[in-house]
């Protein structure tokens, strides 16, 4: 069974950042990977993405801000995230997805994001 431990959240102001990690058991490399977030009362949704060949997919209310990664070596994927918004507040979580970005797996823990003055 795949797991996923994210790992990075925290509190931070308006405009700061904050880099997520998530490591991920099972196989890897031939999955493309999300992060997703669930803000409270509102349903989970994809925030990026990234194909087994490396290419970024963005939401827009991230793009220009958010910078995906992975490292097939070390089974992890890497969520940069830059100028942060009240409206990024969320628990951020990985997965291994399909083509179109849709989970595959249970859920892990996912980590807390606060952005607050």
């Known amino acids: 069974q795949v797991q996923f431990v994210e790992s990075g959240g925290g509190l931070v102001q308006p405009g700061g950042s904050l880099r997520l990690s998530c490591a991920a058991s099972?196989?890897?490399?031939?999955?493309?990977m999300g992060w997703y977030r669930q803000a409270p009362g509102k349903q989970r949704e994809l925030v990026a993405g990234?194909?087994?060949?490396?290419?970024?997919n963005y939401s827009d209310a991230v793009k220009g801000r958010f910078t995906i990664s992975r490292d097939n070596a070390k089974k992890t994927v890497d969520l940069q995230m830059n100028n942060l918004k009240p409206e990024d507040t969320a628990v951020y979580y990985c997965?291994?997805?399909?083509?179109?970005?849709?989970?595959?797996?249970?859920w892990g823990q996912g980590t807390q994001d606060t952005v607050s003055s």
């Open positions: 099972g196989s890897f490399s031939m999955y493309a």
């Open positions: 997965n291994r997805a399909d083509e179109h970005f849709n989970p595959v797996d249970s």
């Open positions: 990234i194909t087994t060949g490396r290419r970024p």
